[in-house]
């Protein structure tokens, strides 16, 4: 009896091979003695466009865009790997920018009932607000489209990191504190060696929710600017008619999220703790 | 009067009774310890052993009433007070070792990395633990949490030391065990301890003197029981003294048929009772230990 994961690795494969079976199915160009109207036949048989490209046009694009990622042939014309990296610096720059506050604030927000008391109604009123409604007010101001994008990943990927340091740092067992206190340890080394560890793994929850939502948001966030990145490359290719391309992007998005959380899910491993 | 290494005059602890009134958990509680002895108190549960006990610690304030130690007023937690939870608190994402070095480091700021390394392990040694150093308490057993708690206490030689029910949530075996190494590391150190138990054996095993508490609301420490039973002593072989029995007789009687209505001296200090010598050693005492000590041989 195979193990559990050999088993599951040998569906998923199935599995894999199933959807791309039948998408390439569904994707055949129509018999060649079908009648073409007269259109067509000026067109040179069925409109190409109109169809979704077969898996095997989309994994020889891949190949191709995947063993030459990094060119760049001008404006309109740059390998995946730049237009990833461009998006991952943007929500890199953003998410720490947002880091170096929330942390800071959170632990302010969760040690003292009074901040929390004072600071709670504007968190409750911009939390919800989406972050690109944020995008004209950020353009008009920083009047730079690149630093537009990144105050918004800045702004989206706060609140998770606020709320849940706050809450991490103010739920932290009294136990511990006492503990702090009785080896006369200061505020500083207190938040240092006692708060901190008991509520990173809280903080790290926040900080991993808050990279999916900002990798969530990069891509429209560049479809809205334009100029370079992934959602500028989508929405580039959607414009080319260049589904190939568009369904290849897709799936490099995926890919680029995944690991995103993966590394925030190593991180959120190193700082657990079991009670 | 010479002043004791610790006193306690006029404590209260009044909390809101949750129905707009006022709870008096005890009042006018007095007593004082000195340099080196092992004190337990024992009451029934509620009658506020662990409030007095947090507010020695520094941890919690006494509505009125001060605290002097070595001749100085106590305000908030100090190192000079160390305390052992009867949860151990140790901080679980530490190493058994590392949860002593921490409050080492605390105390020796000073110190070299090797000497407290040196020093840490010499107390995790003491109660047995040398084989674990590396371990997380979540990999620990209770009873060894417990240890490493009773390690990381003695190891910052505080001047005292308080241990609320520290083997509360073991299993009688443990306790057991655990109770002898508290003895050893005790006889090593000869720090001076008070301790809260239920547990009226493991009060005579290890004290000199058993404060009783009476009842709450309103409680007060009664009497002052002397143990009078010579160190080092064991657990095997406690019950072969007769001062062993007498001794445990009269505290059963107590929490069973006494400590409803107890109340300390007229001057406020606890009572002072010697069953060994099988009479009332204050004066003026309204109890008769002789025949409530017969009542429970029965
Ligand atoms: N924070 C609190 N608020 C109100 N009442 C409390 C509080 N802490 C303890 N008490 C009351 O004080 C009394 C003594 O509690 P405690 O010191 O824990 O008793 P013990 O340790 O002797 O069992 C109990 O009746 C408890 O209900
Ligand atoms: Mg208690």
Redesign the pocket.
């Given at each position: 009896m195979a193990s559990l994961n050999v088993r599951a690795a040998l569906l998923s494969i199935s599995f894999l091979i199933l959807a791309l079976g039948l998408w390439e199915m569904s994707t055949q160009p129509p018999e060649a003695d079908q009648n073409l109207t007269e259109y067509e036949m000026l067109m040179g048989g069925v409109e190409q466009e109109s169809r979704v490209p077969p898996p095997s046009a989309v994994i020889k694009l891949a190949w191709e865009e995947l063993s030459n990622p990094f060119y760049d042939a001008g404006a309109n014309d740059k390998g995946i790997g730049i237009q990833l990296g461009y998006s991952v610096y943007r929500v890199l720059t953003g998410y720490l920018a947002a880091m170096a506050i929330a942390l800071p604030v959170g632990f302010l927000i969760g040690m003292s009932p009074l901040m929390y008391k004072a600071l709670n109604p504007y968190i409750q009123v911009l939390r919800p607000i989406s972050p690109l409604a944020w995008m004209p007010l950020a353009l008009f101001i920083i009047q730079d489209s690149d630093a537009s994008a990144i105050f918004v990943i800045f702004i989206c990927s706060i609140w998770p990191m606020l709320l849940n340091t706050a809450f991490g740092v103010a739920n932290v067992r009294q136990d511990w504190i006492n503990v702090a206190r009785t080896h006369e340890l200061g505020h500083f080394r207190t938040a240092l060696t006692v708060i901190l560890p008991a509520a990173a793994p809280t903080i790290l929850t926040g900080m991993r929710i808050s990279i999916g939502i900002a990798w969530l948001v990069i891509v429209a966030a560049e479809m809205l600017v334009g100029g370079t990145g992934i959602g500028y490359y989508v929405w580039n290719e959607w414009n080319n008619l260049d589904l190939a391309s568009v369904i290849f992007s897709i799936l490099m998005i995926g890919v680029v999220g995944m690991l995103l959380d993966l590394a925030l899910g190593k991180a959120q491993k190193l700082v657990e703790y079991t009670e | 009067m010479s002043k004791s290494f610790l006193e306690v005059d006029g404590l209260s602890k009044v909390?809101?009774d949750g129905e707009g009134g006022l709870?008096t958990?005890y009042e006018d509680i007095k007593f004082s310890l000195e340099k080196g002895e092992f004190v337990c108190i024992i009451?029934h549960?509620?009658?506020?052993?662990?409030?007095?006990l947090n507010v020695l610690a520094g941890l919690d304030e006494a509505t009125s009433g001060n605290i002097v130690m070595n001749g100085k007023e106590v305000v908030g937690p100090s190192l000079d007070r160390g305390v052992v939870f009867q949860n151990y608190s140790l901080l679980p994402w530490k190493t058994t070792l590392n949860n002593i070095v921490f409050a080492v480091q605390a105390r020796w700021p000073t110190w070299s990395k090797e000497k407290v390394r040196e020093h840490s392990e010499r107390y995790l040694k003491m109660v047995g633990l040398d084989h674990a150093l590396q371990r997380k308490p979540s990999q620990l057993s209770g009873g060894m949490r417990q240890r490493v708690s009773i390690a990381r206490a003695f190891a910052t030689q505080p001047e005292l030391l308080l241990l609320d029910e520290p083997f509360g949530a073991l299993d009688a075996l443990t306790r057991g065990v655990i109770q002898d190494e508290l003895v050893k590391i005790w006889e090593e150190t000869r720090q001076t301890v008070f301790m809260?138990t239920h547990d009226v054996d493991e009060a005579i095993l290890l004290s000199d003197r058993i404060f009783l508490m009476s009842n709450?609301p309103n409680a007060r420490i009664a009497e002052s029981v002397k143990v009078d039973l010579p160190h080092p002593r064991a657990r095997s072989t406690i019950f072969q003294n007769p001062n062993y029995h007498k001794t445990r007789d009269y505290l059963v009687d107590y929490l069973i048929n006494r400590s409803e209505s107890a109340l300390p001296g007229p001057d406020g200090t606890p009572r002072v009772v010697e069953p060994a010598k099988g009479a009332d050693g204050s004066e003026g005492g309204t109890n008769d230990s002789n025949s409530t000590a017969k009542a429970v041989n029965a």
């Open positions: - | 909390y809101p709870l958990v009451g549960s509620g009658c506020g052993k662990s409030t007095i809260i709450g």
